[in-house]
């Protein structure tokens, strides 16, 4: 039986925490709501190091207000799953401790973010990069698990994280799916049972389309075989998708030693997002 983790709540008592540690720390940034593929970062950064911390916080600056109120928020559950997996202990501040009166710095990562501006999307990454460089200065982390889920943001830490020289290592973790393909996120749980046999189409279609671009076919073949694949699923309805070199946001070139296939997708009411990583050849 694994012990309770401990809940911190300021960011001063989890420095405290940090600094009287022997040994290594791995450290696991969440919004809570965890699934298996926060389980799986959670145990890589417990094999991986003497401890694993978590933190959940559902980062005001990146969501919209209504995507903020509607967050769901079980501190208990998430806490359990966390011990579970490997965290000594859970760092869950509010929003109050995290931005106090006065706050204002953020992050630009200029030529990114410009190749963001297609999704309209900055803002929320800016979100995102406030609080990830916030975490790391509090939890002061040697090691830090984030997901392939979610490549634009992985791919804006590792630059921010490079630029600063912070000293922390960043591992990147494989997307962990379901038997049919599906990429877990919280937000399969709110979708209806037809939802949830639909979605599967999204990552069928990212396939389909790594398998024409092996084939020899131009990207923009490939993202017509993306499309096709997708229109023969009556609730998906595509609303963005792109085939890029991860590290710049631009579009791939063959040769790459990297492409990424990304898709934004409604499935009725609920938008998810998934992608593959592969050469282009
Ligand atoms: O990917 C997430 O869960 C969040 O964007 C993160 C990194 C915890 C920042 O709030």
Same mark, same amino acid.
């Given at each position: ?21 022997k040994?290594? &720390?791995? =450290?696991?940034?969440?919004l809570?709501?965890?699934?298996e ?8 950064a ?13 980062n005001?600056?990146?969501? *919209? ?9 079980? &501190?208990?559950a998430?806490?359990?799953? #966390? ?20 706050f204002?710095?953020?992050i630009? $990562?200029p ?12 803002w ?6 406030q609080?990830?460089? +916030?975490l ?7 090691r830090?698990?984030?997901g392939? +889920?979610?490549?634009h943001?992985?791919? $804006?830490? %590792?630059?921010?994280?490079?630029? =600063?020289?912070?000293p ?5 973790c ?14 399969? #749980?709110?979708? *209806?049972?037809? %939802? ?6 999204i ?7 790594? +398998? ?17 694949t997708?229109?023969?699923?009556? $609730?998906?309805? &595509?609303?963005?998708?792109e085939?890029?070199?991860p590290?710049? =946001? ?13 898709a ?9 997002a998934?992608?593959?990583? =592969?050469?282009?050849?």
């Amino acid at each position: 039986m694994k012990r309770k983790p401990a809940i911190i709540r300021s960011p001063e008592a989890m420095g405290r925490w940090s600094a009287g540690l022997k040994g290594t &720390l791995g =450290f696991v940034p969440t919004l809570g709501a965890l699934h298996e593929g926060h389980v799986s970062l959670i145990k890589r950064a417990s094999r991986e190091n003497d401890v694993a911390v978590v933190s959940v916080f559902v980062n005001p600056l990146q969501f *919209t207000p209504e995507g903020f109120r509607k967050y769901p928020r079980n &501190l208990a559950a998430d806490a359990k799953l #966390a011990a579970a997996a490997g965290a000594s202990a859970i760092f869950a501040p509010s929003a109050e401790q995290m931005y106090p009166a006065g706050f204002q710095s953020h992050i630009v $990562l200029p030529r990114l973010f410009a190749a963001l501006k297609r999704q309209n999307l900055e803002w929320h990454y800016r979100g995102v990069l406030q609080v990830v460089m +916030k975490l790391l200065q509090i939890v002061l982390p040697d090691r830090v698990y984030f997901g392939l +889920k979610d490549p634009h943001q992985l791919a $804006l830490i %590792e630059r921010m994280a490079a630029d =600063f020289n912070l000293p922390v290592v960043i591992r990147r973790c494989s997307t962990v799916r379901g038997r049919d393909g599906l990429a877990r996120s919280s937000r399969n #749980a709110l979708l *209806t049972p037809g %939802e949830r046999a639909a979605a599967p189409v999204i990552y069928r279609a990212l396939c389909a389309a790594k +398998k024409a671009l092996h084939e020899g076919k131009t990207p923009a073949r490939a993202m017509r075989v993306l499309e096709k694949t997708l229109a023969a699923v009556p $609730l998906a309805r &595509l609303e963005y998708a792109e085939i890029i070199d991860p590290s710049t =946001f631009l579009p791939a070139r063959r040769g790459a030693r990297e492409a990424l296939a990304y898709a934004a997708v409604w499935i009725g009411e609920k938008r998810l997002a998934d992608n593959i990583r =592969f050469r282009l050849k």
